[in-house]
């Protein structure tokens, strides 16, 4: 049977008798953790007019769901960083190549403040995710190709908020400068 150590979340793997649970040691931690065996599956007569009464059939879900849902989490904060990472980049490279105006706290808290937001959106989704999966609705879990993707596009939603925040920003002071102008 394999589970995982409550402690440090290392994948451990033992033999547990039918009919009663174990003690296991982890190595990693030297936690005890208490194994019990697995449920037997409970059968569900369903009426079948023909057949008579049957049991359901029962799909078990294919691989471990604990590791999936763990590597969605670390690619979800891997997305994060390459958010915030890309974003500094993007206005550090604006700062030096066009000198934009302003002093650098104000803007790396902009970025700061989105990126902010956008973790816990990120993580908000995430906790969805895995409440849906342990309640035992179905949800797809992702590929490593489409949590790559994910990566990547917020690397580049990064670049670009820099870029859309000085559109932004040339946007307010043109409307600004349109306002006072009427005034005179």
């Not at 402690?7 to 039918?18: I, K, M």
């Not at 990120?122 to 995710?129: E, G, L, N, P, Y």
Request: include cysteine; charged fraction near 15%.
């Amino acid at each position: 049977m394999n589970f995982y150590c409550p402690r440090c979340r290392l994948p451990l793997h033992a033999e547990v008798p039918r009919g009663r649970a174990s003690l296991v040691t982890c190595p990693s931690c030297l936690e005890l953790v208490t194994v019990h065996p697995p449920a037997p599956l409970p059968v569900i007569p369903v009426s079948d007019g023909e057949a008579g009464d049957r049991p359901l059939e029962y799909r078990a879900i294919q691989g471990d769901i604990e590791a999936e849902l763990q590597k969605d989490m670390r690619f979800a904060v891997w997305g994060i960083a390459c958010f915030g990472a890309m974003a500094v980049i993007g206005y550090i490279a604006l700062k030096t190549r066009a000198g934009l105006p302003g002093d650098a706290i104000y803007w790396l808290g902009w970025i700061g403040g989105v990126t902010t937001f956008l973790a816990i959106v990120t993580f908000a989704r995430h906790a969805r995710r895995t409440a849906q999966v342990r309640r035992g609705m179905g949800v797809r879990m992702k590929t490593t190709g489409e949590r790559v993707a994910s990566v990547v596009v917020l690397g580049i939603t990064g670049l670009l908020l820099i870029g859309l925040t000085i559109l932004a920003a040339m946007a307010l002071l043109f409307a600004a400068c349109v306002v006072l102008s009427s005034m005179r």
